[in-house]
């Protein structure tokens, strides 16, 4: 299974580090954010990446490479300067997604997760997407989804968990969407209201560094380690 990493967001509340570094290269104890992702993704068995870039995107290859170094092998997506947002981001690099499911990592969360859990995970054929789903953070306390007893993901459950950024994605999610800005939200809701998405629980480390301070934090907690 190929693997994307979605690293075109402009970083506004890590300004002012995001001015002259892409927020997933910001550095956060000895790696770059997208190391510790890339690191694990390797790990587990997702050596085929690609990652899009948008705002200061020619960092990328300039720090990543071709891979080889973490024995991988990275296809780079860019865009246009502002980016497309998370699904036309998607949709922009499907050609160098292939016809099969797909894992999609926000660029910027730091976790524990094993992404091993995922690297055999087959869809259901009802299915067009599955959300790894935390514990709600401090920062979004109402959470985003539900679950039920079966695995369906609710959009309307009174004990909601957080969207952990990490998902598996069927191609055909996109089919027939044009190639421009557009968030993943609407795209998740439609499919939730056909119950065409499943989805599981984590409850180990996991951290959306979107802030100076949630990445002080973590910095914190990896010298702790």
């Keep these: 299974m190929k693997a994307m990493i979605l690293a075109a967001g402009r970083g506004e509340r890590l300004r002012p580090l995001t001015d002259t570094t892409p927020k997933p290269l910001i550095k956060a104890g000895p790696k770059r954010l997208i190391e510790y992702l890339i690191e694990a993704l390797v790990k587990a068995g997702f050596d085929d990446l690609v990652i899009n870039y948008a705002h200061l995107g020619e960092q990328f290859p300039k720090q990543l490479g071709d891979g080889s ?13 502002g980016g497309l947002e998370t699904a036309g981001g998607i949709i922009n690099a499907l050609p160098l997604l292939g016809d099969e499911p797909f894992l999609v990592v926000n660029g910027d969360i730091w976790t524990d997760f ?6 055999d995970f087959q869809l259901n054929a009802d299915k067009l997407c ?9 920062h979004n306390p109402d959470g985003d989804f539900g ?5 369906n993901v609710l ?25 421009e800005k557009r968030p993943l939200k609407p ?3 439609e ?12 409850h180990g480390q996991w951290s959306d560094i ?15 380690d």
């Design 191 to 202: 499919a939730i209201a056909r119950q065409q998405v499943s989805g599981q629980r984590y």
């Design 69 to 81: 170094r973490y024995g991988a092998t990275i296809h780079f997506s860019p865009e246009m300067e």
């Design 147 to 151: 679950l039920d007893q079966a695995g």
């Design 114 to 119: 094993d992404f091993a859990e995922l690297a």
């Design 130 to 138: 599955h959300l790894v789903l935390v514990d709600n953070p401090l």
């Design 187 to 189: 795209l998740f809701d």
């Design 210 to 224: 979107g802030t100076v301070e949630r990445l002080k934090a973590l910095e914190a907690d990896l010298l702790a």
């Design 155 to 179: 959009s309307d459950n009174t004990d909601k968990a957080t969207f952990s950024g990490i998902g598996i994605y069927r191609p055909d999610m996109f089919a027939g969407l044009s190639n």
